[in-house]
């Protein structure tokens, strides 16, 4: 990884808490490879208010796809570390801050994106130069809890119309983007209480896949021709630490594991 230096040197984590990193993250990767029943999950180590030294720590035993909630944390952190890293934006996103995420240049996706305005926004922020599509991820709010951001969710029976207008726009208006899949949250705070709970979420997102897809076939917009999703179909992100295992048993792609992998947060976050 000669090529790769960082352009800025950063304080490296002490030899325990670098060992610390790699037993944890080590164990999170075993359990992703073993309950994981698609191909290739990616898992994302989110490391927001982690330091940059814990990223550079994983990132040397192979963790390429890192995970961050706030702009101005991740472009801090993109210029520090190596431009191999796949960072994957899962905060807010505020139409205002999209110049500054799109001026990343190894900004691999946005799983959170919630409407036509912040689609739009971020389309026409990014470089004409770059080199490759930015990856986009809708985010559904599949508990319906008003705390949470995100499109409602699909079904055979329901008609809500936001959720395909968006995907559409994504797909035929936003030619720096691609539409990679859909994002959830799922009810967090029923996890401890309730297992049935969060998988009713992972169930609900598969289902809005299913019927996206139906939609958009529908209307000519097939994924087979790369138009969207990955081999013809919308990739899943759902799943953290506390509730990882039984989103890949539910088909998850791509699970978001914070404390899992970083340990414990101050808690002062909303998302
Ligand atoms: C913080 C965060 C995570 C990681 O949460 P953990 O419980 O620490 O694994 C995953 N997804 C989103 C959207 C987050 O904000």
């Avoid at 395909?164 to 009810?187: D, N, Y």
Wanted: charged share 20%.
């Amino acid at each position: 990884m000669a090529s790769t230096t960082p352009s800025v040197s950063i304080a490296r984590a002490t030899a325990e808490r670098t060992a610390e990193l790699h037993e944890s993250l080590a164990e999170i990767r075993a359990r992703v490879q073993q309950t994981a029943v698609v191909t290739e999950p990616t898992l994302v180590a989110v490391s927001k208010y982690k330091p940059a030294a814990d990223v550079l720590a994983c990132f040397e035993a192979g963790q390429l796809d890192f995970g961050e909630n706030y702009v101005q944390e991740l472009v801090e952190k993109a210029s520090q570390l190596s431009p191999d890293i796949r960072w994957h934006f899962i905060g807010t996103l505020q139409s205002n801050k999209a110049k500054t995420l799109a001026s990343i240049p190894n900004l691999y996706a946005v799983q959170t994106i919630n409407s036509i305005k912040a689609a739009t926004a971020l389309n026409k922020a990014l470089p004409e130069d770059r080199p490759s599509l930015l990856n986009v991820l809708i985010q559904v709010n599949t508990s319906g809890e008003s705390n949470k951001s995100g499109i409602p969710p699909l079904s055979p029976t329901s008609s809500s119309p936001d959720l395909v207008e968006l995907a559409q726009h994504i797909i035929t208006q936003c030619p720096r983007l691609h539409l990679q899949g859909l994002m959830t949250i799922g009810s967090l705070v029923e996890s401890l209480a309730s297992d049935e709970k969060e998988n009713e979420d992972f169930e609900t997102l598969k289902t809005t896949r299913d019927t996206l897809q139906t939609h958009l076939a529908s209307q000519g917009l097939s994924g087979e021709g790369g138009k969207w999703g990955k081999d013809g179909k919308l990739v899943l992100s759902m799943g953290m630490s506390s509730d990882f295992v039984a989103a890949l048993q539910a088909g998850s792609d791509i699970v978001r594991v914070g404390t899992g992998i970083f340990g414990s947060r101050p808690k002062k976050e909303t998302s």
